[in-house]
């Protein structure tokens, strides 16, 4: 049928869409660019970004994840105050809002309810909404003042990859260029940096048997699996623990390192998979002070470091990247183990029971 050409001849849409995510960091370079290859923007999203005081981010699952990632973005960049909101909690939990607040929604698929329920709020009490999506005229794309596309190409797996990296890369886009359009100094080439990135993806991606004997080591017969990380390694470990339960049915959980000792500790038993990332210099003595004290209650510690701050202990060192585009790239590894702990458990990669691609339920 059509879904078997489709996936060509790879035997799950997750595996082909990981694949992928090299090409979409390309296609949204191009997407992005003007004539003369600098980064642009629509430039009433620009003053939209400019004129707001704070800026809220609405999202749900993996997107919220990829929210949390672009807050450091815009915050990094273009200095303006960025929440970061559940959507189905926003609505009835509504913190105190700024003066001139910017919503920004983020939805793969633009029809996620409990977003969509945010968005009429927000409209309604007069304020701007940008929606992030991977799909032209959906629901939340329609219902908002302006749009920015992820040109990621349809996302069938239910489990979200390259729609993540995507999202990353239009925020860190929209950051960067609205910096420039404050005229806050950017002291890289963006476009340079994500070029660096998609080949790096290719790497990995050219890496799976890697990732397959990883999983096969960790993930074959444990009942959990933690992640963590500081910084933004910690977001990225959420999301690695969001990816491996939803579709290995391993119980998983994404932690910030300094704060295992006030309790996710006491879970640590004999041969717990404890996978930490380790990609920012700032606190790589510290992530790895989380793994020893892990590794002394018994954890099966798998460190992901990247390359010029690698040790001998580590089990997989990703390519180096610019430190604040790195969640691209540290995110594959934990993409491909999750899916292979899936295979190998036998699940049903691309259908996780219990889940629907898109939510469209409140
Ligand atoms: C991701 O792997 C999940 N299936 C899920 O968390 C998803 O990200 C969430 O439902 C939000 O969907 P959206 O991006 O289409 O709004």
Do not use: W
């Not at 992928?20 to 370079?29: F, G, S």
């Not at 070029?195 to 096969?216: P, W």
């Not at 892990?294 to 010029?308: E, L, Q």
């Amino acid at each position: 049928d059509a879904s078997d050409i489709e996936k060509g001849t790879y035997p799950h849409y997750m595996l082909k869409e990981i694949d992928e995510q090299p090409l979409v960091m390309r296609k949204i370079i191009q997407n992005y660019q003007d004539g003369e290859g600098a980064l642009e923007i629509d430039s009433d999203i620009v003053k939209a970004m400019k004129d707001a005081d704070r800026i809220y981010i609405i999202a749900a699952g993996t997107s919220y994840h990829a929210g949390l990632v672009g807050k450091q973005f815009i915050e990094k960049l273009a200095k303006i105050p960025v929440e970061v909101h559940i959507s189905s909690e926003f609505g009835y939990n509504m913190p105190l809002l700024s003066e001139k607040p910017l919503f920004i929604f983020i939805s793969q698929s633009g029809e996620t309810a409990d977003s969509r329920q945010v968005l009429v709020q927000v409209k309604e009490m007069g304020y701007k909404a940008l929606t992030i999506t991977n799909v032209p005229g959906s629901t939340l794309s329609r219902e908002a003042d302006y749009t920015l596309l992820l040109h990621a190409g349809p996302e069938i797996a239910v489990a979200s990859t390259k729609a993540y990296t995507a999202q990353l890369a239009v925020l860190a886009i929209l950051a960067e260029v609205t910096a420039r359009g404050i005229g806050h100094e950017v002291d890289f080439d963006l476009v340079q940096e994500l070029g660096i990135v998609a080949t790096a993806m290719e790497a990995l991606c050219d890496d799976k048997e890697e990732f397959e004997s990883i999983a096969r080591e960790y993930l074959t017969v444990t009942r959990n699996a933690f992640f963590i990380g500081r910084g933004i390694d910690f977001y990225v470990g959420l999301e690695g623990a969001l990816k491996l339960k939803e579709i290995s049915y391993i119980q998983a959980e994404g932690f910030a390192g300094g704060e295992l000792k006030h309790g996710t500790i006491a879970l640590i038993e004999e041969g717990t998979p404890v996978i930490a990332l380790a990609t920012q210099e700032f606190v790589n003595l510290s992530i790895r002070g989380n793994v020893k004290e892990v590794v002394a209650r018994g954890a099966n510690p798998c460190i992901i470091s990247m390359s010029g701050l690698e040790t001998d202990e580590d089990r997989f060192v990703i390519p180096e990247v610019h430190s604040l585009l790195t969640p691209l790239i540290s995110v594959i590894p934990l993409q491909l183990i999750s899916y292979y702990a899936a295979l190998h458990r036998d699940c049903d990669v691309d259908k996780p029971r219990n889940l629907a691609k898109s939510v469209t339920v409140e």
